[in-house]
């Protein structure tokens, strides 16, 4: 009997160490599923820059921190300017695409010594001992002397010496409009690690993905220039030049240079601008948001009169964007003259300033929009272009119309033009393609814009106005900061509005399926539709009886799980399989239109019209 016990509680306690096991081995591997980490990198930097040469020598501290779970026996970092010499891949890309663009063309190969772009890395430190390391392309490959461990931080210390190049694509010297210097990609920059891996591609002109850090950065440069950009400036009383109640530096000795001293606490990249002739202007916002404006002060009036009247629309499109997205989170925000177009960086942007103040004005709106879109929520922008500049296309136009009161109708109707016209010209690629890897310039712009813009209009016809709208502060709320995917903001919209959509995120950015629905026949009071495309969507209809009187309906998709928030009738849901539907009303019928509100991208609208002779 003792014995039977006895074996009885052994049983018991294999039994229970088992499934205590179990429980734990669960337990951890749930938590691998739900537990999100992106890495940490810490930059102090400074740099000597020569205006006469447009030479800089710098030097930078990195502390590195590995919050993935892996072990990293090697780092890359991105030397953006190497691009821009003759026979890089950026120069090769762009002598052999279709359609090059207007700015680079064939320039890159006909740069001279002295006009190329450089970063050359001297030396570079592991905790203080030198490392192994190669420069390919734009890519610097470093071999560790230990594995950074799962948790651990690292400090690398690099030299290097840098030119900037003459101004092609984004970053460089002398700009057409003559700004001295729009410094963006100027320094190494660590390139990030995630889930997928690293992500190191050659840099060809297209967009970027950093690591979330802070940016401690000391410039010294001729004492005649004035600076702008990422960051706040930590020396204003130094400094002088408009920051400080344009009052002559303090303290400082009488040299040639001044040095400007920025930080800038929780970004993925640091942009600047230098210029000896730039004015200074600073708007204060009520919600303690100062707004700084720097442009040449040899501009001809009537620009010079744009850049003042941009100022006070500025300080809208910063308020539209904080409520209709999420709290812009800095102290400040800079609008510079310079680069080549427009782009975004953090806190700030660089705008070519000749322009008229409508253009102005919405160059403007876009970059700052992208201040949500893609910085604040920081998508892969080589990978997923579509999320950056189609969401930020989609929230400027709105933010504009609203701003400059342009009436009631569809501030996105443009994209869908030029959807259109990619569809008929057999141009269109899956969104889901990577940036650089598109055929043509035009697949790539008039997708990311238009069709990623289109992306989100549509989800106001799939999911209704007001679902799309709080789908965004989800979103926001769910992933600023961190890096999001298109599942991520896909299942931000499934959680306000209840409807299912990885059928559209599939259909709209995987593939190039296209909408096509038409009215077969209308007999009577019975109606009958026809998918005729291969991409399936919900239905709005429209019809009208013969005693004048008209009735809304809504078909909705039976993969969508539910329908929009809609006053109109809710009819049996189709199944996407059955290329053919109808159902009957209660009178007879005169006309039926399929969606009056142009929402739904279907490729052929003449056959959405039925009137009955």
Excluded at 524 to 547: A, W
Aim: aromatic letters at 12%; one cysteine or more; hydrophobic letters at 35%.
């Amino acid at each position: 009997m003792k014995k039977f016990l006895l074996l009885s509680l052994v049983v018991a306690l294999i039994s229970s160490c088992s499934q205590t096991k179990e429980v734990s081995y669960q337990q951890k591997n749930n938590a691998k599923f739900t537990t999100y980490w992106q890495q940490h990198i810490d930059y102090s930097m400074y740099i000597d820059m020569n205006v006469n040469t447009y030479q800089y020598k710098g030097t930078q501290k990195a502390v590195y921190t590995n919050n993935s779970p892996d072990e990293l026996n090697k780092v890359y970092y991105h030397l953006y300017f190497n691009a821009f010499q003759p026979g890089s891949q950026m120069d090769v890309r762009s002598l052999n695409i279709k359609d090059p663009d207007r700015r680079v063309r064939d320039r890159i190969s006909k740069l001279q010594p002295n006009e190329i772009g450089y970063i050359k890395v001297n030396s570079l430190k592991q905790n203080g001992t030198a490392v192994t390391y190669e420069t390919v392309g734009t890519i610097l490959e470093v071999t560790l002397n230990k594995p950074i461990k799962s948790g651990e931080s690292v400090t690398l210390d690099m030299i290097f010496d840098a030119q900037v190049p003459e101004q092609i694509r984004r970053s460089g010297r002398n700009n057409k409009e003559g700004v001295a210097l729009s410094m963006a990609q100027w320094y190494p920059k660590m390139a990030e690690y995630d889930v997928e891996g690293w992500h190191t591609p050659p840099y060809i002109a297209r967009e970027f993905h950093g690591v979330w850090g802070n940016f401690d950065v000391k410039i010294s440069i001729d004492r005649n220039y004035v600076l702008g950009g990422t960051g706040y400036l930590q020396n204003p009383q130094e400094i002088g030049h408009g920051y400080e109640n344009k009052m002559k530096p303090l303290n400082v000795p009488d040299t040639d240079k001044l040095t400007w001293h920025f930080k800038a606490p929780n970004v993925h990249d640091f942009m600047w601008a230098a210029d000896p002739d730039f004015n200074h202007d600073i708007l204060k916002m009520p919600i303690g948001i100062n707004l700084h404006f720097l442009y040449k002060k040899d501009l001809e009036a009537e620009y010079l009169r744009n850049w003042k009247d941009l100022q006070s629309p500025t300080a809208e499109l910063m308020a539209y964007f904080s409520k209709h997205i999420g709290k812009y989170p800095y102290k400040q925000y800079s609008v510079i003259q310079g680069g080549d177009g427009g782009m975004e960086y953090a806190m700030s942007t660089l705008i070519t300033g000749k322009r008229k103040f409508g253009s102005l004005f919405g160059v403007t709106a876009h970059e700052m929009a992208h201040t949500w879109f893609q910085f604040l929520l920081a998508t892969n922008e080589s990978k997923h272009p579509w999320m950056d500049e189609g969401f930020t296309s989609y929230i400027s136009s709105k933010a504009s119309y609203e701003i400059m009161k342009r009436g009631d109708k569809n501030p996105n109707a443009g994209p869908y033009r030029g959807y259109n016209y990619l569809v008929k010209n057999n141009i269109e690629e899956p969104l889901s393609t990577h940036a650089d890897r598109y055929n043509t310039n035009a697949a790539y712009s008039t997708g990311s814009y238009g069709k990623g813009s289109m992306f989100l209009s549509q989800l106001e016809y799939i999911i209704g106005e007001e679902n799309t709208a709080a789908g965004l502060k989800k979103y926001f709320e769910d992933f600023s900061f961190k890096h999001p995917t298109p599942n991520d903001v896909k299942r931000s919209m499934e959680k306000v509005s209840g409807i299912h959509l990885d059928w559209y995120l599939n259909e709209w950015t995987q593939t190039v399926h296209t909408i096509d629905y038409g009215i077969k026949s209308v007999d009577g009071n019975k109606v009958t539709l026809e998918r005729i495309g291969q991409m399936p969507m919900p239905i709005d209809l429209e019809v009208t009886y013969t005693d004048g009187s008209s009735e809304s309906f809504n078909i909705p998709l039976r993969m969508m799980r539910g329908n929009k928030p809609t006053s109109a009738t809710i009819l049996e849901d189709w199944a996407w399989a059955n290329p053919i539907y109808s159902f009957t009303t209660a009178k007879n019928i005169k006309a039926v239109e399929i969606d009056k509100s142009k929402l739904m991208a279907d490729i052929d609208l003449d056959n959405n019209q039925y009137n009955v002779d």
